[in-house]
């Protein structure tokens, strides 16, 4: 049965990938993240450093459906709330149940109970920033 993801992803600005290009990957928080994320799979910088954004939702019928449609399309499934990318290795993926998964090599890793707390939190305060 259709159901409305969440997908959170480590978007990386110009002025930040400017400063990446001057001063390599360890000049910033964020940019460890995502490296960490995309090559390794490992969350926990960028969870535990706000480094995550809710860049679109998409409609599927499960974890694997999201990761084809992110993919693949069909694109009338996603609606975009930020500039984004295909879906891969080190993003979130949030189901309607408030669950948190990690994108892994192959399949899905729920987030651990702690960083399940830290991306719940974090969501909160981006929505009651949004309807201020």
Known sequence: MPQ???VHQ???DEALADLINKEG???HPKAMAYMAA???GQVKLGVENRCYSHVSSVVADDL???YEVCNIGPEDRITKHARCRSLGVGDI???TDGDYFAVANVGFTPLSPTLQKFMEYYDTLDRELTCA
Request: charged share 20%; with cysteine; net charge negative.
């Open 38 to 40: 995309v090559h390794t």
């Open 64 to 66: 694997e459906h999201v």
């Open 10 to 12: 480590i978007i990386l």
């Open 4 to 6: 409305i993801f969440r």
């Open 25 to 27: 990957w360890e000049c």
């Open 93 to 95: 993926v949030e189901n």
